[in-house]
């Protein structure tokens, strides 16, 4: 069973930024894809950024150049550097994780105040 868990949220002014971290726990093997998501109230979960264990990077339109997305293989773990935050980045953030299966982490709230 793999466990998630994310941290790093906050609360930043319009064009700061944050570092979202998220650590995978209760698997030896390197996780084949992992990857944040975001949900704003009222709003469908949708992707952010994703990479798999070989680096292959893929970016939601919205925060492309602004967010970058990296992984420690060994340690399993992702974070999410996000610059340029604007308000409608407001959002609980969940890390998501593939092995097998899906594993979601239970989410740290970004709010970007204008």
């Known amino acids: 069973q793999v466990r998630l868990v994310e941290s790093g949220g906050g609360l930043v002014q319009s064009g700061g930024s944050l570092r979202l971290s998220c650590a995978a726990s209760?698997?030896?093997?390197?996780?084949?894809?992992m990857g944040w998501y975001r949900q704003a109230p009222g709003k469908q979960r949708e992707s952010v950024a994703h990479?798999?264990?070989?680096?292959?990077?893929n970016y939601a339109d919205s925060v492309k150049g602004r967010f970058t997305i990296s992984r420690d293989n060994a340690k399993n773990t992702v974070d999410l550097q996000m610059n340029s935050l604007k308000p409608e980045d407001t959002a609980v953030y969940y890390c998501?994780?593939?092995?097998?299966?899906?594993?979601w982490g239970q989410g740290t709230q970004v709010t970007v105040s204008s």
């Open positions: 998501r994780a593939v092995l097998f299966r899906e594993y």
């Open positions: 209760g698997t030896k093997l390197s996780i084949a894809s």
């Open positions: 990479i798999t264990n070989n680096g292959n990077t």
